[in-house]
């Protein structure tokens, strides 16, 4: 089972832009799919992307298309969340998630494996 860690959040200006990262630990790493899921102060956790273990197959909420990118690096057992012309309404801690059996999951219960977050602050 692989471990996950992300960073890259910060605080950014509306409009701006920024890069999560997720390492993940473990040589199994391109056998699982990845979702980003984001969890705002009073909010339930909600999907943002997924990508399936190959990164030929991808999948964005509504609410993010057009606007972020997900992609994996499988050398580098890390997947990335480019995040362009952010809004305030994006503001929430930020989780990096694996789901095993090279399936590309929407749902946070297919998800077996969670980093701990990393914040992402957009100020108006």
């Known amino acids: 089972q692989v471990q996950l860690v992300e960073s890259g959040g910060g605080l950014v200006q509306a409009g701006g832009s920024l890069r999560l990262s997720c390492v993940a630990s473990?040589?199994?790493?391109?056998?699982?799919?990845m979702g980003w899921f984001r969890q705002a102060p009073g909010k339930e956790r909600e999907f943002v992307a997924g990508i399936n273990w190959s990164g030929d197959a991808t999948r964005y909420d509504d609410s993010v298309k057009g606007r972020f990118t997900i992609s994996r690096d499988n050398a580098k057992n890390t997947v990335y969340l480019r995040m362009n012309s952010l809004k305030p309404e994006d503001t929430a801690v930020y989780y990096c998630a694996a789901v095993g059996g090279l399936r590309l999951g929407v749902s946070a219960v297919e998800y077996d494996v969670w980093g701990q977050g990393t914040q992402v602050t957009v100020s108006s």
């Open positions: 473990g040589r199994t790493f391109s056998t699982y799919g």
